[in-house]
């Protein structure tokens, strides 16, 4: 009998302490998702002023000026960060923001006046700072996502995981449209 109980007993703490590690994995990524949205609301916030400034020389990408505010205000919003769809309409609406914002840089190569401004060279090389922040952002959830999907997927993990309701995350990926070598010539 007392074999017994130390068997329960040694399972109990083998699956309390997969459990706890679960939770922290769980708990890093999010923390790296939230990494994410802290740069993404950087670039949201320095977006108006990059809009403000080639909105002075620009007149004929007013419909690409739109795009771009209206991704800014769309991605601005909160949504579920426990549901993986969610999380990834969330990095989609980035990408797209992303996208746009690298049609505009090209497209201000079109305008001498504004690339020469000292305000738009600022926001600019801001910009690509909060890109470079993003990327390693990026990264680091893709790495706590590995590790908590791992821990998720193998046994006993998955019985675990299930009975918790902790479920595996999607991977940040970027979308087939920014893997495309770019023509400056389509901007211009």
Known sequence: MEKLLLGLALIFIVTYLWYVSLVKKRNTALEALSGIDVQLAKRADLVPNILKIAKRFMDHEKSLLTEITELRTQLTR????????AIKAHIAQAEQLNDKMGALMVSVENY??????NTMLEAMQTYNEVEAHISAARRFYNSAVSELNTAVEIFPGSIIASMASIKVMPFYEVSEAA????DASDYL
Request: without cysteine; proline residues 17%; neutral net charge.
């Open 78 to 85: 909160q949504y579920n960060k426990a549901d993986p769809n």
């Open 112 to 117: 001498p006046e504004l690339k020469s401004d």
């Open 179 to 182: 893997k495309a070598p770019i």
